[in-house]
């Protein structure tokens, strides 16, 4: 099973990705650009990382490279990229 999951999404949909991931024993890591530095998506996550340039925050979510770049670098074994993008 995983142990790590980056879920490339926010609001809701990532509170209850985070949610089954705690589930499985598995920790979470959160993107987030800076207009949702406030989110609860970050809070929640074990890790979140600053993705994007300010001003563009949907395409933060949409930067596959550096999404999986984070995914790398945080040593993630998944990513869930939600849906609504």
Known sequence: MFEKILVAN???????????????????????????????????????????TPGHPVRAYLDVAEIVRVAVESGCDAIYPGYGF
Request: net charge positive.
């Open 10 to 52: 926010r609001g809701e949909i990532a509170i209850r990705a985070f949610r089954a991931a705690h589930e499985l024993g598995a920790r979470t890591v959160a993107v987030f650009p800076y207009e949702d530095r406030a989110s609860l998506h970050r809070l929640k996550a074990d890790e979140a990382y600053l993705i994007g």
